[in-house]
């Protein structure tokens, strides 16, 4: 069965950083790309980037580049989203996606249960 | 970026009743790369349709996509009370995603 695991939810402070992870099981992890995507409270959803873990290959949103670090490590399965100074405003569910993708089709298929960051001072 | 607009941003309808859903694009999308979701309160998104129309492992086939172009519509038949939830689209085009506002099914 494939899942997607996401660490807990977090409350942090303004400036603070932060790292909150995805693990992956029940399939190849390196072989398929691992995405982020925001949700805002009360609001809809955002794409923020995807990430390869076979090569690490990355690609950004330009809404989310520089604001935030995709990496993975595919050696334990799992992917990261990760802040160097956060803001009230990233405050936020955040849910990785398992993207499938081909000259056919692309689409998320699994996502994790989300994880809640919350940012205030 | 390719903008997604969906309507109604909410749509209050009876179980038993059929729902359309639309969503509409700011440029032609390719049908490969249109699905959508389903999300029910507290609860991570359900990817319901990929490639427009093609249904997701363990979906009911009361619900169906169609279209092509810039013009996109969700179609749930008979509503049961577990159908109703918000529905997002969304497109895959230069390498970027975007998602629709949503749209939200309520009963009425």
């Known amino acids: 069965e494939v899942q997607l695991v996401q660490s807990g939810a977090e409350v942090k402070k303004p400036g603070e950083s932060l790292k909150i992870s995805c693990e992956g099981s029940?399939?190849?992890?390196?072989?398929?790309?691992i995405g982020w995507v925001r949700q805002m409270p009360g609001k809809g959803l955002e794409w923020m980037g995807i990430?390869?873990?076979?090569?690490?290959?990355?690609r950004y949103s330009p809404s989310f580049q520089g604001q935030v670090t995709i990496s993975a490590d595919k050696s334990i399965s799992t992917a990261y989203l990760q802040w160097s100074s956060l803001k009230a405003s990233d405050t936020a569910m955040y849910y990785c996606?398992?993207?499938?993708?081909?000259?056919?089709?692309?689409?998320?298929?699994?996502w994790g249960q989300g994880t809640l960051v919350t940012v205030s001072s | 970026e390719i903008v997604l607009t969906q309507s109604p941003g909410t749509l209050s309808l009876s179980p038993g009743e059929r729902a359309t859903l639309s969503c509409r694009a700011s440029?032609?999308?390719?049908?490969?790369?249109l699905a959508w979701y389903q999300q029910k309160p507290g609860q991570a998104p359900r990817l319901l349709i990929y490639?427009?129309?093609s249904r997701a492992n363990g979906i009911p086939d009361k619900f169906s996509g169609s279209g092509s172009g810039t013009d996109f519509t969700l179609t749930i038949s008979r509503l049961e009370p577990e159908d109703f939830a918000v529905y997002y689209c969304?497109?895959?085009?230069?390498?970027?995603?975007?998602f629709g506002q949503g749209t939200k099914l309520e009963i009425k």
């Open positions: 996606v398992r993207r499938v993708f081909s000259s056919s089709w692309s689409y998320f298929d699994y």
């Open positions: 490639g427009a129309s």
């Open positions: 440029q032609s999308v390719s049908i490969s790369y």
């Open positions: 969304q497109q895959y085009g230069s390498s970027l995603y975007t």
């Open positions: 029940g399939y190849s992890f390196s072989g398929y790309w």
């Open positions: 990430i390869f873990p076979g090569d690490s290959d990355t």
